[in-house]
């Protein structure tokens, strides 16, 4: 069940921001936040991106700075059309993420942020099977998302935003091995780094090139 707040902040776009710009703050701010996912990886003005599930399109607007070609894809109507108003640069496909309706073999890059805690735990095997088939051989899987804190400090704080922003999904998402389950799909796990007391987790990951 959605909390009030969490209902709230997707309606009104301001408050969407205010609350991505604060929980931001913990890794040196929005800027930072939405960069975290793709240190390191090889991008260039020819890459094709999809930006899974790509929001009002906060990301969408860092990846068209690197690549002509990026592509958001977003189930929510609301979140579409804020993204076309805010990143026009991209393409747009309002589809669910666990049946894109794109072709095999087709990204050199997905990228999701803070989406997948968002999901059921068979929705993300689908997801991830769905990313694996629309990744090109030697293609990337970027992703950062929330992780079960390392340090008990950032417990409270973790704990709390879950209970006023967030539903049963993300305490789930928590409890998952996402690198294991990437591994099982197919995928070779290249990267998983920890940040802000281990509540946000950052993967990178590779199709193999056959």
């Not at 197919?186 to 780094?193: A, I, L």
Request: proline share 4%; with cysteine; hydrophobic share 40%.
């Amino acid at each position: 069940m959605a909390t009030i707040l969490r209902d709230l902040s997707y309606q009104y776009q301001w408050l969407y921001d205010g609350i991505s710009r604060a929980a931001a703050l913990a890794v040196g701010g929005e800027s930072r936040f939405r960069q975290l996912a793709l240190q390191g990886l090889p991008i260039a003005q020819d890459s094709k991106i999809l930006d899974l599930c790509c929001g009002s399109g906060q990301t969408t607007q860092v990846l068209v700075q690197r690549s002509r070609h990026v592509t958001g894809l977003d189930a929510s109507p609301l979140s579409i059309k804020r993204a076309k108003q805010n990143v026009p640069q991209a393409d747009y496909v309002e589809a669910f993420a666990e049946e894109i309706p794109l072709s095999d073999n087709e990204f050199d890059l997905v990228h999701t942020s803070a989406a997948m805690h968002e999901m059921e735990t068979e929705q993300l095997r689908q997801i991830l099977q769905e990313v694996y088939r629309v990744l090109k051989p030697n293609g990337y899987f970027a992703m950062v998302d929330f992780h079960a804190p390392t340090n008990p400090i950032f417990v409270p704080g973790l704990a709390a935003f879950f209970w006023l922003f967030e539903t049963e999904t993300a305490w789930q998402f928590i409890k998952t091995d996402v690198a294991a389950l990437l591994t099982e799909i197919g995928f070779q796990v290249s990267d998983r780094t920890l940040h802000s007391g281990g509540s946000l987790q950052v993967i990178q990951a590779q199709k193999p090139a056959s």
